[in-house]
């Protein structure tokens, strides 16, 4: 198994992002997209994934509830490991993983022992490494994962699992179609 990892050189998210644009994966790969909202009063959070492929076809949607999450970066670790989840359900062993939380991204990338609820989170997302030919995590900045936020915003007005096959909701398509520039 190849395990590719990359984050941004500078840990300052906040200066010169990407265009916007949605970058394809190689054309043996898929991209997977994930991103999440948290509700800290009701401990509540929704996980939003998509899967395109190399030519920006949309395989996969999924949003998913999650109740008794602690903190944002539970919240993001969650949907990292769903992301993982349901690649492996469809199959996809050649992915290229993409977050906007950079701490996550980080966490994967360079594991540590961590015994706490929030460890075994990252302990189940390392796991699952083992299950893939090719995984790449890649830290992108929130503009080039606006796919997946317009879909958790979605999720939070059907707070449901839910998932779409080669479709979306239609927010959803149509920020595909934009961030294919």
Known sequence: M?????LPSSLNTSTHPDSGHWN???MDRVKVNFDACFDPTRLHSISGIF?????GKLLAACTIPNLYVMN???VEALACDQALILSLELGLKRIEVEGDTLVVIS???NPVINRSTLGTVYSNILEKRRNFDFLNFSH???INNNAAHVLVRVGKQNPQV???FEEAPQPVEETVMRDKG
């Open 51 to 55: 899967i395109k492929n190399s030519e």
């Open 107 to 109: 966490k994967v990338v």
């Open 162 to 164: 839910s998932v779409w």
């Open 2 to 6: 190849e395990i590719d990892v990359s």
């Open 140 to 142: 992108v900045y929130r």
């Open 24 to 26: 394809p994966p190689p």
């Open 72 to 74: 944002p970066e539970m």
